[in-house]
């Protein structure tokens, strides 16, 4: 079994942060802004490698306002966060608040060619992804941890070991799957972000009380990779609050880069995954 405990040494190459750090906490708005322009390509990112093991270089942090987030999406040219009631558009480079929404508290964000879904404790509620503006609601059941959008299902973790495929237009429950995570134990699978890897539809989890985040198959349950993110994790003050990761956003056209923010965190990142031995 693998040890989640890992060595939080904090190495060089963070000093080396980008240009796009902010010096600022982002500026908060109180309704609705001018609807962001966004292209939606609802297409989980491609990646041809075949590496097993990853390693988080951080490229740039920005401040942010210890927000209880849970779940990331990048929409066009701006970050999507949900922060349990609030869901938000934040410019990446800066932070700052372009359009915000009350939605019912809950956890998980993902892109769909229907919109935005965002799932609460009750209730799937499906977005414009440009305004926000509620479209409808579906009802679901169980708790949600992390959400998705691979190119055909809403794939949803419980904390579990398990994922959940749901319909991607009515989140209906289409099939459970079992992970195969014999070396990671009883690994608790939270926040998600789908990719395709070689053709084949894979989904990163952050595996909750832990500085890791493994990849799974979606068709076979089989953990591909895992990604050691304690540059990130770190890199962020304690509170003494549930400080885990909460976001996670691939960066289109630059392979193997991340944005990652997490729960009452201080900063989001943006990283790329290296290859590790």
Not at 115 to 126: C, D, K, N, P, S
Not at 164 to 175: F, H, W
Not at 222 to 228: E, L, M, S
Request: with cysteine.
């Amino acid at each position: 079994m693998k040890s989640l405990c890992v060595n939080k040494v904090l190495c060089s190459a963070t000093a080396g942060l980008l240009a796009l750090t902010a010096c600022s906490a982002p500026q908060r708005v109180a309704q609705v802004a001018s609807a962001p322009a966004a292209t939606v390509t609802p297409v989980p990112i491609a990646t041809n490698s075949t590496a097993r093991h990853f390693s988080a270089q951080v490229l740039a942090r920005v401040p942010t306002d210890r927000a209880d987030a849970r779940g990331l999406e990048l929409v066009g040219d701006l970050l999507v966060e949900n922060t349990g009631p609030v869901i938000r558009a934040v410019a990446p480079a800066t932070g700052e608040v372009q359009a915000q929404q009350t939605v019912p508290p809950g956890s998980g964000t993902a892109l769909t060619p229907a919109g935005l879904w965002h799932t609460g404790a009750v209730a799937a509620v499906l977005l414009d992804p440009r305004s926000l503006a509620e479209r409808r609601r579906a009802t679901i059941a169980g708790e949600v941890w992390g959400l998705c959008y691979d190119g055909t299902h809403l794939v949803q973790s419980d904390g579990t070991t398990r994922l959940l495929l749901r319909d991607g237009d009515t989140a209906e429950l289409v099939r459970e799957l079992r992970v195969d995570a014999r070396e990671w134990g009883a690994a608790r699978l939270g926040e998600l972000h789908c990719v395709t890897v070689n053709g084949r539809s894979q989904v990163w989890a952050a595996v909750t009380g832990s500085d890791w985040m493994i990849r799974v198959d979606l068709a076979s349950g089989t953990v591909t990779a895992d990604a050691d993110l304690t540059p990130v994790t770190v890199a962020e003050v304690p509170t003494g609050r549930n400080q885990v990761i909460g976001g996670i956003a691939a960066v289109p056209d630059a392979a193997g880069e991340l944005w990652l923010t997490g729960r009452h965190y201080q900063h989001r990142y943006r990283v790329r995954l290296l290859p590790r031995p």
